[in-house]
């Protein structure tokens, strides 16, 4: 094992995997996908509770290379494919698979990408304002040294849930005035200008809804999420087991939202989508209500667990539903005042 594996290993843990598997329903010769494949905690699991297949998707060329020892270790039941994983429904197609009998998507950024400063997600460790999971494309860097403040105000204030959106924008636009924002420490410098420095044990952290913002905005990760719902939806056999687990509020909402529709459960003459209503038989049928949320042992032991809400449908045998983001409540952010 790797230095890099090392590591991940060490520092990983999968959240409610119990509860994962027992939702899941893996058994022998089924096939099913790991959207987020990660440190591949699910993946592992998945491949141990039965003789099954699992194809692991990751837009992370590390996690990838970090996952080969695990892909050796599965004696061929493990595929890693390397792409988004809003693109799972053509990610399959590619390979030749044509239904699966489960899906799980751990939303959000990995530990192992949290942890290694060099990536630039954490504003609890000095390095690049990067914030890409992909490793490629625009980063965090761009977004603040070249959007328009209205529309940095807005992404801050939608995708971030930041009172303080607008002031943090204007300082924003007025350091890069000066010299461009480099680094993930100089931009929490900017952002306390506006909000004070932490105060309190328990307090959270005066950057995190602004770094959360930059992250979900640069990564798109709101519409690949509604993209692999939809996906997930079109793969899925009958009696096909999707599994979510979000950790925050703009997340949990369009997945909340997704299988309230798809089961029927929205009330007759909603003004986002009505036309679905009237004409879609249920896709997914919900095996409880709500949402389970972890156990206090959980929480104790892992901290990234405390947050985490899991939701399941189980496939119907009625054909996928058109995507529409916008009936997801998927946001679509856009210039205004700042």
Request: aromatic share 4%; charged share 25%.
């Amino acid at each position: 094992m790797s230095s890099l594996e090392q590591a991940t290993s060490a520092r990983h843990v999968p959240v409610m995997l119990d509860e994962v598997l027992r939702h899941l329903a893996v058994r022998d010769g089924g096939i099913y996908v790991d959207g987020t494949f990660g440190a591949g905690g699910y993946s592992r699991a998945i491949l141990s509770a039965a003789q099954c297949r699992v194809f692991g998707i990751d837009r992370d060329p590390d996690a990838i290379r970090a996952g080969a020892s695990l892909v050796a270790e599965s004696g061929g039941r493990l595929k890693l494919l390397h792409g988004r994983f809003g693109d799972l429904a053509a990610l399959l197609d590619a390979e030749g698979i044509g239904q699966v009998d489960g899906v799980v998507l751990d939303i959000g950024v990995s530990s192992m990408q949290i942890d290694d400063a060099s990536r630039g997600f954490s504003f609890m460790r000095d390095g690049p304002l990067d914030m890409r999971m992909s490793q490629d494309g625009p980063s965090a860097a761009d977004a603040v040294n070249t959007l328009a403040p209205a529309e940095l105000g807005n992404i801050i204030a939608v995708l971030g849930e930041e009172k303080k959106a607008r002031a943090i924008a204007r300082a924003i636009a007025a350091e890069r005035a000066k010299a461009p924002i480099a680094t993930t420490s100089a931009l929490v410098k900017v952002i306390e200008r506006v909000t004070g420095p932490q105060r309190g044990v328990g307090r959270i952290h005066p950057a995190t809804r602004t770094f959360q913002a930059l992250r979900i905005h640069v990564n798109g990760e709101l519409e690949q999420l509604a993209e692999a719902l939809t996906g997930a939806e079109a793969k899925l056999r009958s009696e096909g087991r999707l599994v979510v687990v979000t950790f925050h509020s703009l997340e949990d909402r369009i997945v909340k939202r997704f299988f309230t529709e798809r089961a029927g459960l929205l009330p007759h003459g909603s003004r986002h989508a009505p036309q679905l209503e009237a004409h879609n038989a249920p896709s997914f049928a919900l095996p409880f209500k709500g949402h389970l949320e972890p156990g206090d042992a959980e929480c104790g032991t892992n901290p990234r667990a405390r947050s985490a809400k899991l939701r399941v449908g189980v496939r119907t045998s009625a054909p996928p539903w058109p995507a529409n983001f916008k009936s997801l409540g998927v946001p679509q952010i856009s210039g205004g005042r700042a």
